[in-house]
């Protein structure tokens, strides 16, 4: 028996502590339990704290993710369709597994609902999760459902690696180029619709509305990365400043990025006067954001489908905060932790000096 | 592209399809998507509606399944303690590996809670769950945390058949005998005196309320069942009778259980009138049901560490129900459909004529 009372735990509110500080009890909690002389501990790869875990199988690696979606927390069902629902809650998951550059296999729902929901939009829902499913070729293998005072929707994902190699976090290294997939800020910018801000044009309306609730993971892009050498990788959830952070403090280093290199989608840059803090703090892009060397990058490039830009380089200097932003001429633009951490009142606090 | 319009799905409540027809919902909107040449789908060897998702991997069956635990649905914080919640959460989990006869590797959870609780108690919860995950040796390698109104927790367990073969519900066939491990009827008894009814003696209290809070998984045993020849299998989480009839269910196959046969917990015996009904339609016993011919459930008996009792046979007799339950006298016993089931009020619906 491990002494568990070796751990003092002061006295304090979920809400106090906040997502990762949570995330990292649970991790401390794991981490006197293990056993790393003893399967499966020895075979584990990549344990909590990245985008999806990892663990070395027969032949290949295996991957699993999980991403609960909570009403009222992370959807309004009087502004999302259930056809949208049963999209996003499997996107955000196949999302996790193009983060780690692996191929998702099977598919878990766990779906806890009212009684008083029609059989009907249920069916919306699955109908949708099925087809976006098998765009990627995963398989719904399983789940549970129960009844609930309001709809939770957990998604997990299995899935394995597509050669030897898979991404993480935790392997960034100084003078390496960061870079990024797509454009940034039009699922932040979907969400400041809705939250009332006047889109006049129903064709821009309909783009950041399919932006927010049915992104396209870059599962494909996540495989290239890998086959050109890409080792460090994350999927823009919580927001390109806050997912560097992450990949700055799994890896140790520093970043510094050029506010004026950020692909900001050019709807956003037209119509949502902030577009530079949506773009950098707003989250749930699902874009990759990744690190390698210059000729690692410009490979990328040319392989992938997608644009691919360069936003800044992993560095050694001593900089303010781990993830430091600059302006064409290297003035440090003053930017507060952004991104999207749930309990703490973290969201949009990025202020521009 | 499939013709989705085709499925008709008629104005209906959830809580009017009822839980089992929510999963078959899910089940044949999955099959509408499946595209049986290819893989991941050519690899399911047990798609939904078992315990656990099953599929060929390289050198073994991989293992999968979900379960979610809802606050005030299935447990009720001014009773269940974090330390009893952590460990029930998981326990649940691997009885569903259990009852395939695998072995549990890799968990992954995902907690939905309310900012304003104390994060000792989320400590508790924590290191109770990694105490019996180390038990079993299980890692937990990852999850998600979220804020929610209430407490939402989902566990996913990964793991695999130990040899090349797995327990199913739809193996059973006619002349086979039906047995049970353990002794049935505790954990209902517990869900009784937690409901008012009063239990003095503080050591039976104490058993009755480890036995529906803090239940052990039959892991070992089940892969003992495996090695002993054994192919059918389910673990007791809705009720004896709801699923036996699962079983039957799956394996297109009647069955008749003499009601003297089932081996009620003597503490249940001796302290509730109604000891038959909490055996019979209880649930979360989390024993492990099984069908296999004679000279096989004799080997069980001598391989298991635990009481083996048969209860029963499976049957090609028309019965005026897939589960008839008769008393010595083959004296048919009326028994509505018991078990524990979401959304429809089919909680200790069986009455004893």
Known sequence: MLNKASVIIPPMKVSELGEFGLINLIRSSSARYENSGRTPWQEILVGI????????????????????????????????????????ALAVNLSDIAAMGGIPKYALLSLALPGELEVEDISRFTNSMMHLAREFGVAIVGGNVATAPNVVITVTIIGCSKGKAILKRSTASSGEQIAVTGYLGLSAAGLEMFKGKTISDPEISNILRRAHFKPMPRVKEGQILIEQGVKTAIDISDGLIADLDHICESSKVNAKIKIEQVPVHPVVTANFPNHQELALCGGEDYELLFTADEATIARTKQALNCPVTVIGDITEEKLPTRVTVMDSKENIISCKKGGWEHFKNGVFEVKFA
Chains 1, 2 share one sequence.
Do not use: M, P, R, Y
């Not at 009222?72 to 629902?85: C, M, P, T």
């Open 49 to 88: 704290g990245d985008d999806a875990a990892a663990w070395q199988s027969d032949n290949h690696i295996q991957l699993a993710t999980t991403d609960t979606l909570v009403q009222d927390i992370h959807f309004d069902l009087d502004v999302i369709n259930w056809d949208e629902l049963g999209w996003k």
